[in-house]
Structures are given as C-alpha cells and as structure tokens.
C-alpha cells in the first residue's frame, strides 16, 4: 500500500498557478481513499463511494456542520476538513485532521468490536523485540499488523535515548468510545497504538495548553508506514498513532 503517488492533473496546474482549487477538497478525500484502500474501494459514482463488494456510501450528506458535529456524525467527506499537515509542527495545532472518522466506513473496513466483529482478527506482534517491549494486538485486516511491525523494526534501530518513549506501551485494541463522546475509538478498531503514558501529554489533562514531548524522529518513522499522530490534533493525545494512510503523502 502505498501513501505516495502523483497528485492528479487539476491539483498540479493548481499548485502550479498558486491557485486553491474551489470545490476540490472532497473529490481529492475521495481519491486518496480509493488510493489507500485500493482492495476495499472500487469508484466514485456521483456522491457516493461504491466499495469492490458492491456497497455503496454517501460521501456528501449536504449538511452544514460546527467543529462539534464534524467529529460526532461525519459523512465520508468531512473526514477531510482538515488537512493533514506534513513535517513536526512548530506552533500549537488548531485543527483535528484525521480525528474526524465515518464510523460506518471503519466499521465496514475492519469491523465492529461492540459484535465482536475485530476481536478474531486480532494478532500479537512484538513490540522493539531488541529491547523487549513486550506484545501488543494489532487487527491483520488489510495488514495493519504488517505496517506496525515495519515500525516496529526502525524504531527499534533508534538511538538508545529515544526507546523510553516506546516502552512500554499503553495499549493498541480496547473496544471503547473515546472519552468524553459516543463516538468509537481507532483503538476498537485495532488500527492505533499508544506509546508509553509518561512522556504523553493529553488535551483533556493539560492545563497549560499545547505540549509535546514525543521526538520529531518517531513521529517522521510511523507517518512513513501510514500512521498519523495525535500530537497533530487540536484536541492532541501525543502518545496515539493510528493506521489512516489516506491522511499522508501527496
Ligand atoms: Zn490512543
């Protein structure tokens, strides 16, 4: 699965000619969908997303939404509001790129943990095997578990004084709804990972704002691999990585 291909005509003379193209954001979220998933998705047909099973999705339900509606009932489109930016911030993010999620749409790509639906395709990876961070459980849906074992593996490799803020981690599978809302976890869908809790800062602990002390190298390693980080949220929880490859490259 690649998170790096060539961007379509109409986004390159754009760019070229300096230009934000009007109406282009959602037919690009389509694209990079279909790019990501390419097994699961087929087309686009008019506003709706046809998957390679015959299903069929709404993209655009034609609903204004406040920042609040966006993250707790989402169409397919509105998961890309916010871009994702790319490189490690250098001022406090003000958006939440990739915490927007259609839950119909990850529930039919890896299941719904509420009906057991993720639990049987659970696999127990090593986690940093040189330093013995012992096991975690990601999904082999569309090998996630391959992709954070290709993680696994670099970030082993990294200087010593970086692994204290992989190990051990605070959990991958936990069929939850995120605090505070109805909506479900990227953890109950076996896609996300939290690295180790004493170096995380979250939004909902924090008094004094925005703070990160996860390394630039550890995020620059997971995003390659198709991970985005949750120290790019607004409502950040910088220690939560998560499986979205749609979010990342061009
Ligand atoms: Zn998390």
Avoid at 4 to 11: D, E, I, K, T, W
Avoid at 125 to 148: C, E, F, M, N, Q
């Amino acid at each position: 699965m690649s998170v790096s291909r060539p961007r379509g005509l109409a986004q390159l003379i754009a760019a070229a000619a300096g230009l934000a193209l009007s109406g282009a954001a959602s037919a690009d979220g389509v694209d990079r969908l279909i790019r990501a998933y390419p097994d699961q998705l087929d087309r686009r047909d008019g506003n709706e997303l046809i998957w390679k099973d015959g299903a069929r999705m709404t993209i655009d339900d034609g609903v204004k939404k406040s920042r609040e509606d966006l993250l707790a009932k989402p169409d397919i489109d509105d998961m890309f509001a916010y871009p994702y930016p790319t490189g490690f911030p250098k001022t406090p993010p003000d958006a939440d790129p990739g915490r927007i999620r259609n839950e119909a749409f990850f529930k039919k790509l890896y299941g719904d943990c509420q009906a057991g639906g993720v639990t049987k395709q659970l696999v127990s990876i090593d986690w940093l095997p040189r330093h013995k961070g012992g096991r975690v459980s990601l999904t082999r849906a569309l090998g996630v578990d391959k992709r954070l074992k290709a993680v696994s593996d670099e970030l082993d490799s990294l200087p010593e004084p970086l692994i204290r803020y992989l190990i051990p981690s605070a959990g991958t599978y936990n069929c939850r709804v995120i605090a505070g809302t109805t909506q479900p976890s990227a953890h109950g869908y076996g896609i996300a990972i939290d690295l180790n809790t004493r170096f995380s800062d979250y939004w909902r602990w924090s008094k004094g704002g925005y703070r990160n002390q996860i390394p630039p190298e550890i995020v620059e390693i997971f995003e390659r691999h198709g991970f985005i980080w949750g120290g790019k949220w607004a409502h950040f929880d910088t220690m939560h990585f998560e499986f979205r490859p749609e979010l990342l490259g061009d």
